[in-house]
């Protein structure tokens, strides 16, 4: 299954692998090498890092054809991730993508992110990673240019590799053609009215997850900014949240 | 429910509102302000920042006494989270604290932990946030120590706050006495050996997770290490993910 000379590449996502998204994105690197495809079997947005471990999970072959097989697993992306390199590939990837995501995951949404849980999770291996998301939550969205970034990032990162604990995050609006792609940083700010009261059949209250998004950021880089102006964003991202830069103070906090 | 004029301290953990580690961490911040739980109503281990898009969710009063009111939530950590923020309390808590957890959540782990994804949530509310786990998965675990310094530096965050966009992770070794506080990074390195396989009823292969920590990090002063010598780690962590240093390489790619 793996066994050919081209580049390994692991794809996976977070909207599941019956998704317009990650079929788009199969077809767009068909070429580039040998394609594995471990994909939840439905929706799975919002799972950030999620890992599964009160219940088994499972995988089944959907289907199979020269340099192309396709996965579905029961768990989170992370848990498709790591199912994929440790149980069922024979080697290492040479790349994974995740994707592409119906809806953006840009600023602080790539904390919460599944697809980015996923990409980060790659990572963590050590396989250069890379997510791709395209900022319209239709089932039925327009790929095409996202397509096209993505694959030129593919090609980039095959070549080049990545930093041991760097990933890197695109996002693409819908405004056609793109300006560009622009080197961010994660925009500082957060989602505001998260909730939608609403009630159950017995009239007690229930909360539906909605809001939308204050960009905080006053830097011109920020991907939500350059997203906003019609470019593309790319962000690379670290596995290592330490702040270094608050150590010392932390140190005379505790002496 | 939150008027009085004491610090307002919101608590959460990811093993659920009856587990011990959080009844004990709520007797040992009682007396520091006016307590409110909003806390999982059953198990969330493993859901990282997972927030819950497909179905709404509830929340419901536990007990209520003097100075504390223990909500459950049926959603994930981060749910819980804002959830009391955006729709429950009266004014914004001076201090999170989540916890105390039953097992380690030092080096990567970070990434997956539910009781870190809830404290990461409470810094993107700006609200001066920490997590606190104890290196014990037992449900009758002693939390005598971790209960000793998780209030130590409970009350220095009230005192100080935190920078905007850090929070803090807090792990407590099982060893006794703890040898004191070390300042840390979040070590490098990951799980390996990731499932065990078994088999379903009907004799499918199943996957259940479950590996060791492999310690990569060559650094004194990593998280995992410092545990191992019977030291607490207390490591700085950020909501910032982008990786600054390597944006101009990015940049020099994509010219």
């Known amino acids: 299954m793996t066994t050919d000379k081209r580049p390994l590449i692991l794809i996976t996502n977070d909207d599941g692998f019956r998704a317009k998204g990650i079929n788009e994105l199969i077809k767009a690197l068909r070429d580039l090498g040998e394609l594995v495809v471990m994909a939840p079997d439905g929706p ?25 097989t396709v996965y579905s697993c029961t768990g989170t992306p992370v848990d498709c991730v790591k199912l994929a390199i440790n149980e ?5 990837p040479d790349l994974l993508v995740a994707g592409i995501n119906h809806g953006g995951n840009m600023a ?20 250069p990673s890379m997510g791709v998301s395209l900022l319209d939550h239709r089932p039925d969205a327009d790929f095409t240019e996202c ?30 053609p793109v ?13 505001v009215k998260e909730f939608k009261r609403s009630e159950d059949a017995g009239g007690n209250p229930v909360f539906w997850l909605t809001g939308h998004f204050r960009n905080d950021d006053v830097h011109e880089d920020n991907d939500e900014k350059m997203l906003d102006e019609g470019y593309a964003s790319l962000v690379p991202c670290k596995l290592d949240v330490t702040d270094y830069e608050f150590m010392q103070e932390l140190k005379d906090w505790m002496a």
Request: aromatic letters at 6%.
């Open 147 to 176: 397509c096209r970034l993505g694959r030129e990032l593919a090609e980039k990162v095959l070549q080049k590799g990545l930093p041991h604990g760097t990933y890197l995050n695109l996002n693409v609006p819908t405004d056609i």
């Open 179 to 191: 300006k560009g792609v622009k080197i961010c940083r994660q925009a500082d700010g957060r989602w």
């Open 44 to 68: 799975r947005s919002g799972m950030s890092s999620a890992i599964t471990s009160l219940v088994p999970i499972k995988y089944k072959t959907e289907w199979q054809e020269e340099g192309l």
């Open 88 to 92: 069922v590939l024979d080697r290492e």
């Open 108 to 127: 602080i949404c790539v904390n919460y992110s599944g697809t980015m849980g996923a990409t980060a999770e790659g990572c963590i291996f050590d396989v």
